[in-house]
């Protein structure tokens, strides 16, 4: 059977319970999925919080090596988040785990149910800034602009390395 390995990057982000646990275990968690081979992790972040009134954010990237299409790839990231009690309340508000598809190879998706690349990486620092640690030349393919191009756009003075 022909077999493929596609690089993804994965934004991280939690601002409910313990953060920096949920968000290292979900990497972890990530690590052992099958079809999937953890390539690079940021550092962690402290972010404030976009979106209605809620608590900092701990937010993250990593680099993955899949095999797996880009849906069954989503699927999985949803069951990651469900498994760390992730409940769907207000658009933007509070949760326990957030995963979120970034980019998937150069493919550029637009389908009701996923998008490719995330609709709003180009605009969010807590996004760009750690996937600048780990992939600053990748291109994103809507924009032509390299992640490191990207970040330099954008405010990152709400993004902070955590000590
Ligand atoms: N690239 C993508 N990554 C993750 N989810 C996506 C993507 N494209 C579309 N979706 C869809 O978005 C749905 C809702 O995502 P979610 O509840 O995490 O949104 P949100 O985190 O509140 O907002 P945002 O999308 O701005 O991060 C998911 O169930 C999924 O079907
Ligand atoms: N700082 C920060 N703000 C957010 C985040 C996030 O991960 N970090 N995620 C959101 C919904 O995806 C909404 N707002």
Redo the contacts with the bound molecule.
């Keep these: 059977m022909e077999t493929f390995q596609k690089l993804s990057a994965v934004a991280l982000g939690s601002n409910l319970g313990d953060s920096v646990a949920i968000v290292q275990a979900s990497v972890e968690t990530l690590k052992r999925t099958p079809g999937i081979i953890l390539k690079a992790k940021s550092r962690f972040y402290n972010t404030k919080a976009i979106g209605p009134p809620q608590p900092d954010y701990i937010n993250a990237c990593v680099v993955l090596e899949v095999e797996m299409s880009p849906h069954l790839l ?1 699927q999985t ?2 069951q990651i ?1 469900n498994s760390f009690g992730r409940v ?1 309340q207000e ?3 509070a ?1 326990s785990l ?5 980019l998937y190879d150069n493919l550029i998706l637009r389908t009701e ?8 990486i180009r605009e969010r620092a807590f996004v760009l800034v750690p996937l600048a640690e780990i992939a600053p030349d990748w291109v994103e393919p809507v924009s032509g602009c390299t992640i490191k191009e990207l970040v330099e756009k954008v405010d990152c003075s709400d993004v902070h390395l955590l000590s």
């Excluded at 957030?98 to 970034?102: A, C, E, F, H």
């Excluded at 149910?113 to 709003?120: D, E, F, G, T």
């Design positions: 989503l990231l949803l988040e769907r658009r933007w508000g949760r957030d995963l979120d598809l970034l149910k996923l998008q490719i690349p995330h609709p709003r």
